[in-house]
């Protein structure tokens, strides 16, 4: 029976609400510290990759062992061990999802996984909560290595551990054009697979074959996939565009075509 | 004379034993609402690391306004299932109040959910919020459960410029009553959009298994007691117009006979939302009061005729078939926490008076009725309140205008020399809004707690 003040309620809610959002917005970090450790874990992955292009280089009794590249919802995920007298040494992933906001779970997850693995010694690690996918397809990569080098130990001795990440392995670069079909990118719609044909180190045509169909996603591979293609053979590399409102087909796409590029370039 | 003395004592003892006020169930549940929230609120947090620009900020307050706006809608449903701990604890005008709240409050977030996300998609294909329009097709075209949920987003459009106060108020009740029965409706399309494309939901699946309990549960519940409850009710019942009587000019009593009526747990104080089978009215539903304590084989209201439906009544037939639901209302002797209890009645709002001064429990000189009306003529019911009065001991009064038209001074000084012990009654009071305003403030003013004031409002 109090006396209703209904402008003052509505006043009141409104300033609440918006200094609340704002405030929470306000909260949270503008970059996360983790992302820019887990961005120079990756480069320098990706040197060490470039060092030792076939996977598995044994350098003073450390030996690298790369695990299978896993698929997850999200993108690939693919696990480098570096082992040194019989323990692991370091962990990274040479692949995590990416784009969107794969980004910040990506980010938020690896440095933690590769933590838990070091300190574990096994697969049998906790998932990141937030982060279950890529934390699944880690461990199932995790999990691969392990088992290669399980096998270098058993089929044994020879010094320099011959095992090799799948995705590493395949083609060496030729003069001629050739024609590679990267690996098949799940997307919520969908798979996309990407072939590129390239001649003289460049890309000289991309095509998707695979792509999602039925329903809306026809008009949206319509839509999207020539453009793609095109964007492809310009950029020569994945870093290309997404077509907006067809943001899964692009990230599926650029997947697929990164795989490709991969393969290509041995 | 000391016998008599001793009696009343006793019987006073006997009536304290049997008062066990019993608290509304609000505090703790407007708590958990909160924590609700809090949850909902966490739930963001710990999925979004950091916010990388400005694009990531609007975008983010486009995913908290919709969780939250997704969460309250459960509840704005929730409060209209009529819940009988909501119903007859809290209270069916509090509840109705909250609904109006809540719900308002809730279409403003939706809609600041749908503006935000669109402006942050265009951001994020390098377009401008000019092109917001544009994104917007875009991506009720292209994302899963979109169309669905761009519909029920219509749908709230219209229910909500039909619940604005002036809108409403020029509008037939039975139209805007049919136009928000789209409610149900709207939440169901806007549904699924959340758990498709719910950046939350997508990230933690047991967010998603939460979401599904708390629709299930609210589903449940409107369907059980909106439902299954009310044609349980009255298939066990079979209600029927016994008669109507005219108690002054334009009120009338409707008296209802029915089987068993006394296994529905009506108590005095509480009323049904009435639903009469005859030409022109069994569309809509009303809510009035029982005007006598409920009688195994008769149950009465007393209605003024000043709606179309109300006017309406007068006509009723004998032995026309009677849909209720209820009983609702929590303005019952459980409120009561003193043995001395002031009832105050304006108009017809007599009629819950007339049936709490019948049966609450009390000695003679605990119950004392107030009654307020334009002239004597008005006073409905008045013969039998003053058998009741004189049967029970209790106090009879009121106050009309005088000859000339001047309004009685019911104030805090009027009612204190009347009533010196005032700020030791619970008061239990029905009326127009204005009237129980002033009242309310008399009542306060004379020392009464506002925790003893008891009284049920329909105005919004």
Partial sequence: MRKSHPIRRVVLATAATVSGVVLLLSLKPSSDPASASAAGAASSAAAAGQESPQGGTGAAGATTVDGDATQTQYGVVQVRLTVANGKIAQAQAIQAPKGGTSDQKTALSVPQLNKETVAAQSANIDSVSGATYTSTGYKQSLQSALDKLKEAAASSSSGSSSSSGSSSSSGSAQAQAKTVTGQVAQTQYGPVQVRITVSGGKI??????????????????????????????????????????????????KQSLQSALDQAGG | MT??????????????????????????????????????????????????????????????????????????????????????????????????????YTLCLVFAHVFLIMWGYALQAGKTLNDIVQQTIDSVNQLPDMGKAAIGTGLFVVIGLTSIGPVRRRMPYDTWYHVHLLTYAAVFLTFWHQITTGNDFALTPMAKTFWYGLYGVVTALVVWYRILTPIRLNLRHRMRVEAVIEETPGIVSVLIGGRKLHRMGAEAGQFFRWRFMAPGMRFSSHPYSLSAAPRPDMLRITVKAIGDHSARLRELRPGTKVWAEGPYGAMTASRRSRGKVLLVAGGVGITPMRALFETLPGAAGDLTLLYRANTTQDLALWDELAKIANERGARLMYAVNSPEGERPDISAENLQRKIPDIDNHDVFMCGPPGFAQGVYEALRGAGVPARRIHHESFEM
Wanted: aromatic letters at 6%; a positive charge; glycine letters at 10%.
């Fill in chain 1, 204 to 253: 000289t045509k991309a095509e998707a074959v695979q792509a999602p169909s039925g329903g809306t996603s026809d008009q949206k591979t319509a839509l999207s996939v020539p453009k793609l293609n095109q964007e492809a053979v310009a950029a020569g590399n994945a870093s290309i565009d997404s077509v907006s409102g067809a943001t899964y087909t692009s990230t599926g796409y």
């Fill in chain 2, 3 to 104: 016998t008599t003395l001793a009696g009343g004592r006793a019987a006073r003892r006997q009536t304290m034993r049997r008062i066990r006020p019993r608290r509304s169930p609000a505090v703790p549940l407007l708590l958990a609402v909160w924590a609700g929230a809090a949850a909902v609120l966490w739930l963001w947090w710990h999925n979004t690391p950091s916010i990388a620009d400005q694009n990531g900020k609007i975008l983010n307050a486009g995913r908290i306004t919709g969780l939250l706006a997704g969460y309250l809608m459960a509840l704005v449903v929730l409060q209209m299932a009529r819940v009988p701990a909501l119903e007859r604890r809290v209270g069916s005008d509090r509840v109705a109040r909250w609904h109006a709240m809540s719900g308002r």
